[in-house]
């Protein structure tokens, strides 16, 4: 079991930054897969961005946040985290932080993921 808390969400002007953070519990974090997903009103959940557990493979939804987002982890710290800069105001949403142990090489299948943080929202003003 691994119980997954975010946190760093909040109001940020057009061009600001934001970095979220996922505490994990258990002693096993370095074992999961960890990704970023996000929700707006109204939409289905996406991917944002996937870390494999030595943290040197790392994925990312494609145009959307490639060049602005960066996913981390500090497996010492049971902890991953999400660097967002140059915020847009369509990046507004809940983001949830998600862990899986293995399945398929496609990080982004939110379903392939079995635990779930509570979310921590991102809004962004024009």
């Known amino acids: 079991q691994v119980q997954l808390v975010e946190s760093g969400g909040g109001l940020v002007q057009a061009g600001g930054s934001l970095r979220l953070s996922c505490a994990a519990s258990?002693?096993?974090?370095?074992?999961?897969?960890m990704g970023w997903f996000r929700q707006a009103p109204g939409e289905e959940r996406e991917f944002v961005a996937g870390?494999?557990?030595?943290?040197?493979?790392?994925?990312y939804a494609d145009s959307s946040v490639k060049g602005r987002f960066t996913i981390s982890r500090d497996n010492a710290k049971n902890t991953v985290y999400l660097q967002m800069n140059s915020l847009k105001p369509e990046d507004t949403a809940n983001y949830y932080c998600?862990?899986?142990?293995?399945?398929?090489?496609?990080?982004?299948?939110?379903?392939?993921?079995?635990?779930w943080g509570q979310g921590t929202q991102v809004t962004v003003s024009s």
């Open positions: 998600a862990a899986r142990l293995g399945g398929s090489f496609n990080l982004r299948n939110r379903f392939e993921y079995n635990y």
């Open positions: 258990g002693r096993t974090f370095s074992s999961y897969i």
């Open positions: 870390i494999r557990p030595s943290g040197g493979n790392t994925y």
